[in-house]
């Protein structure tokens, strides 16, 4: 185990897949000087110009080069940057990458990763904060993942770049200088499993991205004060891990969702119905879901905050679901 | 006699019939395939939309026989004749249409998706200009491959006006790649005059300010787009970069088989039919001592074959509705329920 950031363990997966498959090659603008946020600083040194490839403005066709090189016997990695941006290309995502292998019969795959980072981030504003995560778990043929520590960014990257499925890969870019262990050795985290990040009998909460930490955190508080919260880490959004995240709710009788992105017709939205539709009679609680108000992502702290779910906010629905039920006390009363 | 018909003549005695007969025969099977859909569609066999070729032979019968099967193709909506040309078999592409078990894409694509990835065809597409994205990414890995097979994008003149267009061209130039893009120019956006809605002089300009060298020939003429593809593709697989071609053509039908194309007037339809591309062809070989009997067998011949083709779609089998499951996704491939 190594002390490594989520920036680091991005950057190592890269490395090590490129290494191992000479048909990895990544694109993007400004990668050989390292990508925006630095996920790609000396690879170039490392693979030359025509494996971390320098890309025109050109999201469009970024991410249309990749399809085709895709069908050509390459696996690309596509960088755009923000996911604000990845808007430039959603047709050639959405029609042509997610669709081609059924469209065609199933005459090929189209192996790519598009790394599309997401999130509040530093004042970032309306067009580059979006956690757009939810519009792609919608879309047949698509694989999401939205990695929250150092040890998933590394081996959930090098699964992603594996999978023959087009994968949706959306790192938080608060997250880049989040420190964790991360195990030296090959470290491979399968897509669409989640992890119990916390075991708990009370409430089940299920999150995932940099809402991860902010439920831990919280869960940590709510354990001194007696409620003990399990929280799932989803890691994959499709698919999601059904199987554990309905076991859990099983045993605890209550679901809380957190999530970062906009609540209505967010993610959140068909975890909380999937449990409703399949769980009903086993709740203790209504379900409930956290997350932004639909509102743009505003540029003043004091705005942009408005947009955060607040551990306050969980702590306050976590209560709240426990109270419900006189016949589920939680434990330490 | 006048200085054109002398000069046809020459031509036409330095003509490679042997050659060239194949070609013939290539667009009858397209004016057949096409003329075959449009009536199955009349009958309820066909049962999407379809986009016909008719009158733009020359086209894909002007390119496609330059190159090899390794080759890689990127069409359009308007893409049989295409298709037909780069290989694909043609029984499977109208059980396609059919919607059968066995066209080219498992009656999952239909018209617009029509692919066959074993004879080079990346697929025609549904979506106006995406192509060129994609078949410039076929050529970048082409190119990364160190391969002497090069793409070729085939696209209408509206696709000109869409972003991926320019983004498409720049790229295939800044990294210099085995491309040859296609403009069939046939003069319509859908149903509205390309010109009408086109900026500065056209396709064959924009190219040129990308840095691509770019022609324009005379789309009904097979032999002028045959010897301008051959050009082009040999000096793109000899490495010389990406290049640009506009046909310029006609097309004879609707903008889709049901359009009646009453935006357009009788007489610049009939003036088109007198350059239809076969008629010309036939007349080249005609000059060139090309018996009638050898052409007339090419069209016989294409006729019977697509007669044949329709019994055999007509008569085949439905994909099993679990096909509709198959080949989603490797990772998170939905069971029969709606979740
Ligand atoms: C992005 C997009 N916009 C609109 C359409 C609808 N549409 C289908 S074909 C077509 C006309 C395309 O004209 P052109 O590219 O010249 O090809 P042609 O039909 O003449 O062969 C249009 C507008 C589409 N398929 N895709």
Known sequence: MANTSYLEAGHRALREEMQRDERVWALGEDLGRGGVFGQYRGLQDTFGDERIVDTPISEACIMGAAVGAAMTDTRPVVEMRFSDFALCAVDELVNQAAKARFMFGGQMRVPLVVREPIGIWR??????????????????????????????????????????????????????????????DEHLVPLGKAEIARAGRDVTLVTWSAMRHASLETAEELAARGIEVEVIDLRTLWPWDRDTVLASVERTGRLLVAQEAVSVAGFGAEIAATVAETLHDRLEAPVRRLGAPRIPVAYAPPLEDRVRVSKDEIVEAVVGMTRTSPSRVPAGQ | ??????????????????????????????????????????????????????????????????????????????????????????????????????????????????????????????VVGANITIGVGAAHALKMRRSDDIAVCIFGDGAINRGP??????????????????????????????????????????????????????????????????????????????????????????????????????????????????????????????????????????????????????????PDPAQAFADVQDIGNPAERAY
């Open chain 1, 123 to 184: 004042s970032s504003a309306a067009q580059h904060s979006q956690s757009l995560e939810a519009w792609y778990a919608h879309i047949p043929g698509l694989v999401v993942v939205a990695p929250s520590t150092p040890a998933d960014n590394l081996g959930l990257l090098k699964s992603a770049i594996r999978c023959d499925d087009p994968v949706v890969y959306m790192e938080h870019k608060n997250l880049w200088g989040f420190e964790g262990e991360v195990p030296e």
């Open chain 2, 1 to 126: 006699m006048t200085q054109n018909a002398a000069r046809a003549e020459e031509t036409s005695a330095n003509l490679d019939s042997e050659r060239l007969l194949p070609v013939l025969s290539l667009m009858w099977k397209i004016r057949l395939f096409e003329e075959t859909a449009i009536e199955a569609q009349r009958e309820g066999l066909v049962l999407g939309a379809i986009h016909p070729s008719i009158g733009q032979e020359a086209v894909a019968a002007g390119i496609c026989p330059n190159l090899r099967q390794a080759d890689l193709l990127l069409s359009t909506h308007r893409g049989h004749g295409h298709t037909l040309a780069k290989g694909a078999d043609p029984l499977a592409m109208m059980m396609e249409l059919f919607g059968r078990a066995e066209g080219t894409c498992g009656g999952k694509g239909g018209s617009m998706h029509i692919a066959d990835f074993g004879v080079g065809m990346l697929g025609a597409n549904g």
């Open chain 2, 165 to 318: 267009f320019l983004e498409g061209l720049n790229w295939a130039r800044v990294y210099d790649l085995p491309v040859l893009f296609v403009c069939e120019d046939n003069g319509f956006s859908a149903t509205t005059r390309t010109r009408t809605l086109t900026g500065g002089p056209g396709a064959v300009a924009r190219a040129e300010s990308l840095g691509l060298p770019a022609e324009e020939v005379d789309g009904n003429d097979v032999l002028g787009v045959d010897a301008a593809a051959r050009t082009a593709i040999d000096a793109i697989r000899q490495g010389g970069g990406p290049r640009f071609l506009q046909c310029r053509t006609y097309r004879m039908t609707g903008h889709t088989a049901v359009d009646p194309a009453t935006y357009r007037d009788a007489a610049e339809v009939e003036e088109w039919r007198a350059h239809c591309p076969i008629a010309r062809l036939e007349g080249a070989l005609r000059l060139a001592g090309v018996d009638e009997a050898r052409m007339q067998q090419q069209r016989t011949e294409a006729e019977q074959y697509m007669q044949d083709v329709y019994a055999r779609a007509r008569d085949a089998e439905w």
